[in-house]
Each structure stands twice: as C-alpha cells, then as structure tokens.
C-alpha cells in the first residue's frame, strides 16, 4: 500500500472534477473536503470507489484544510485543487518519492501550468506557481500559515522539483466566471492585508499593476504564448490594481466587508 493520500477540496466543480479524480486513480485513498455543493460534484464523486467525501462549511482555504486533514492518516499528503490534474510524469515521481521512504524533506514543490481557452501555455503565468503539494502530513496538519486565499503549509525543510513534474492547471471556465473569481480572491487578499496594517498608496495602484504584467510577459516568456498570454498578463495586472482598490475601500470605511 502506498503511504500517501490525495487532498482536495470541492465546492461546485462539476467542470473540472472528473479530470482531476480520474488523473488520481492510482490513489489508493482520496479524501475531498466538500463545501456542500449543489451542482452535481457530490453524485460525481460517489463514482469514485478511492474517493472519502467529508463536508464542511466554507470559509476560506486555510481554515478547510485544517479542519479536513485530521482525516487523513498516510505518513504523506499530496496536495491537489479540483481544478488541477496530475500528470503521468508527476505520477510517478511521488510514487518514488514516497516508496524511498525518505525522511530529509518535510515537503516537496511542484510546478502548475495553466490550460487557458484550450491550450497548456509555455510560460509560467500569474495563475500558475511552485506549491508545497507532497507534504509530511503531521506537518500539514499543524502549520499552515494564517491568509484566507492561497494558504501556505510552513515547511522547515522543503525542495523544489525540476519542472518537468508539474500539475496541469484548469482554472478558467469563461472570462466571465474567472472575474467574479477575482474580485472573491481579491477581496480576501484585501482583507489579509487589511488585518497586517497594509494601507494603498498610488505606486501600487499604478507600479505594482504595470509591473506585475512586464514581469510576467516578458521576463517570463508570456508573449511566446501570443494573444492567449497578453490576456493572462492583463488579467494578473488587474487582479493586483484590484486588490489594493479594494483594501483603499476598507480602510476608508474602517472595517472589513
């Protein structure tokens, strides 16, 4: 048996799920931490034989997978969003990652790359990242850093893997649903910087924005992926002007929305 279980959380993606659980099918256990969904990902997921379906109230990610990994209990935890599938490469990789029994790292990072309008881009883009997804799971039950949006595991001894292991990344279903996702994210990124006393100032309403879309179009290659690149690009250029608007908005009105 393979010391190791994957980790999901689920909130209404009957888009996405499929592709994720099927790409997991070498688990031999999936737990998937569901926030009562209603749009069918819940009778999805009783097609899954490996698949362990907890629910739980959504707040925000950190406070989801802490009350979820207590139901884990493999000496190792792989890390997956429902929008994500793990690729044969990676597949085999935290095979042998986890067989070696190796206790020197208390976690390994791993590459997304994001599918947008059909297509893998070559570059590493705003919604992609290097995350902590092979973890010790007595570590990620306890130290996951405080953020409402993206929160991290604190990992004292951590490696980062060549990036032909990565995670295909699926985020976007229409332009339309992906700005309401940003303006929730951004909104919750606000807030976390409200709470640690960050006030806007007018370079990070116009800098910030500016060079969050150089640094990624061209320092990182986006313009070799054409017109679909120069969209992601405007995108995470927005999502940053939006989130500082937003935390203007709340220390203006002194409280968090």
Request: hydrophobic share 40%.
């Amino acid at each position: 048996m393979l010391d190791l279980t994957a980790f999901v959380l689920t909130q209404n993606n009957i888009r996405t799920i499929a592709a994720c659980l099927d790409s997991l099918t070498w688990c031999e256990k999936v737990v998937v931490i569901d926030s009562f969904s209603s749009d069918g990902t819940l009778e999805l997921l009783a097609r899954y034989p490996n698949v362990q379906v907890y629910q739980h109230e959504y707040t925000n990610a950190r406070e989801q997978r802490i009350w979820g990994m207590p139901h884990v209990t493999t000496k190792w935890t792989f890390i997956i969003d429902s929008d994500e599938i793990c690729t044969p490469e990676l597949r085999d990789k935290l095979i042998e990652l986890v067989k070696s029994d190796d206790d020197t790292y208390d976690g390994y990072l791993f590459l997304t790359r994001t599918i947008f309008m059909g297509k893998l881009l070559k570059h590493r883009d705003y919604l992609s990242s290097r995350g902590k997804r092979l973890v010790l799971t007595k570590v990620a039950t306890r130290y996951w850093r405080p953020a409402r949006v993206h929160a991290s595991i604190r990992l004292d001894n951590k490696k980062n893997m060549p990036d032909r292991y990565y995670l295909i990344h699926d985020p976007i279903d229409s332009l339309g649903a992906h700005f309401i996702k940003m303006q929730r994210y951004a909104r919750w990124q606000a807030e976390d910087m409200y709470d640690k006393g960050v006030r806007t100032r007018w370079w990070h309403l116009t800098l910030r924005p500016v060079g969050k879309f150089l640094q990624y179009f061209f320092l990182r290659g986006a313009f070799r992926d054409g017109w679909r690149g120069l969209v992601v690009c405007t995108l995470g250029a927005i999502q940053v002007a939006l989130k500082y608007l937003i935390l203007a908005e709340l220390r203006y009105k002194g409280k968090k929305l």
